[in-house]
């Protein structure tokens, strides 16, 4: 089944960072529900609430592969610094809905290639 991509407005957070550009990345991944799956850990853990927990880079894939795609994600804030990330901006679902968000993401290491933990509040 093929999905019509969503309209993505980027940060101007990133111009000469690529870390801020892979936090960037992996908001409008977990927005869109399209990933890298090497860019998680094996162990990598989403608390998507207070009480919700996903557990595993194939848990997090086959969640983000179920959700709707949005038609537009705007994201104002995408930074990093050693081993931490965060995002925030704001998703617009085809019936209009809008949802802001903010994503904290823990590093694997100092270069920010791959996440270890998310946490997502909306």
Known sequence: MSRERAEIIESADCGNSPKNAFVQTIAIALET???DP???APTVTWDTSATDRIEGRTALIEALEARAMPTKVVIEHAI???RVGTAT???IMA???RRR???VLTFTNNKA???ATLKSFS
Request: charged share 15%; aromatic share 10%; no cysteine.
């Open 101 to 103: 968000f903010s994503h």
């Open 33 to 35: 529900g399209e990933a």
């Open 89 to 91: 901006g704001e998703t």
């Open 80 to 82: 990093s610094h050693g």
């Open 113 to 115: 290639t791959t996440v």
């Open 95 to 97: 019936n209009g809905h």
């Open 38 to 40: 090497e860019s998680f």
